[in-house]
């Protein structure tokens, strides 16, 4: 695969975004402090409220300044405030930084308390490069300050801030880190921001020369967070493989792109029609259980530069999703 263009860095184009975001912090509603080791944390839902606002401006940083994430009304469609996001560089954007692809861990004793578990996401990831993915786009960033997004309901214990800042090889003062539970407006708001990065993960999974990839939009409704964090989980995973539509532009072979819009969506997974939460509950609450077609959007258009032919594939399912989301007054 090609590599990337060398003068984008995903760091250094995120910090405008990222300041903006601090310059901004009363506004959107979070909260910004450093840590005993001087590392920024940006609370966008812990204890501060966050907001819809918020959660755009997280996902913004999240793609490496790569990408546009707006809302859009369109209660025509079934449901009233959608989610929009696009990239003319969506492998960058949404593999390179938005993915949420590097694990970081702790056990009970390197906590003093519970263990902890989350997977980062944004720039940051591209600094640290400890995930394959990297090599395969032979990409890594270098960049003397980075920012890295935790989908997590509470502050990564000093182990895991360690460990970030050693692989990054940052100074604690160049670091930030976002933390957004999904049980919050923001959290809810950037990860069904990420529409457009689960068909660019489900196209390399599906082996698709993301280097053909040269072109992205994409929109998915925004639920009202869910009451705790599996049924927050349950209405973001359902937003985008019931209500995900997906354009995408590449080249290369005319059967390949077919293939990719036949492939790509989620009704190809063996689950498709109901809830995430109730598939996670079946499954045990273990992802690896759930068959992997799933993690998909619903409907997918890919259009073909080469012949200029566009094909569609799967569909959207709003009477599942207002079933779920909305209740009559």
């Known amino acids: 695969m090609s590599s990337p263009a060398d003068t984008l860095s995903v760091n250094h184009l995120a910090q405008p975004l990222l300041q903006r975001l601090l310059d901004e912090a009363a506004t959107l509603r979070v909260r910004v402090q450093r840590d005993e080791f001087g590392v920024q944390v940006v609370d966008a839902g812990l204890e501060a409220q966050g907001s819809v606002e918020a959660g755009l401006a997280v996902a913004r940083i999240c793609m490496g300044g790569l990408g546009e994430v707006g809302l859009r009304a369109a209660p025509e469609e079934g449901w009233p405030t959608w989610v929009q996001v696009s990239s003319a560089q969506p492998v960058l954007a949404c593999l390179g930084s938005q993915y949420a692809g590097w694990s970081l861990s702790a056990t009970k004793e390197e906590t003093g308390g519970k263990k902890f578990f989350a997977l980062g996401s944004g720039p940051a990831r591209a600094l640290a490069g400890r995930e394959d993915l990297f090599q395969e786009m032979n990409y890594r960033d270098r960049a003397d300050a980075g920012v890295l997004v935790l989908e997590v309901d509470r502050l990564p214990p000093n182990v895991v801030v360690e460990k970030v800042l050693r692989d990054c ?25 990420r529409v457009l990065e689960v068909a660019l ?9 993301l280097s053909d990839i040269v072109g992205g939009s994409a929109t998915a409704p925004l639920p009202s967070p869910g009451a705790d964090g599996l049924q927050a989980m349950g209405r973001t995973n359902d937003a985008i493989l019931y209500g995900g539509r997906v354009h995408l532009l590449v080249r290369g072979e005319e059967e390949a792109a077919r293939r990719l819009a036949q492939q790509l969506p989620a ?9 995430f939460a109730d598939i996670f509950k079946a499954a045990e609450y273990d992802f690896y259980k759930i068959d992997g077609a799933l993690f998909a959007p619903a409907e997918v258009w890919v259009s073909h530069l080469g012949s200029g032919r566009t094909w569609r594939g799967g569909g959207t399912d709003m009477g599942l999703l207002r079933g779920l989301w909305l209740e009559e007054a």
Do not use: D
């Open 169 to 193: 090889a940052l100074p604690p003062q160049g670091l930030t880190l976002i933390v957004t539970p999904t049980a919050s407006l923001a959290g809810t708001t950037q990860v069904v921001a």
């Open 201 to 209: 993960h489900k196209a390399h999974e599906l082996g698709f020369e």
């Open 267 to 275: 009704r190809n997974a063996r689950e498709y029609g109901r809830s």
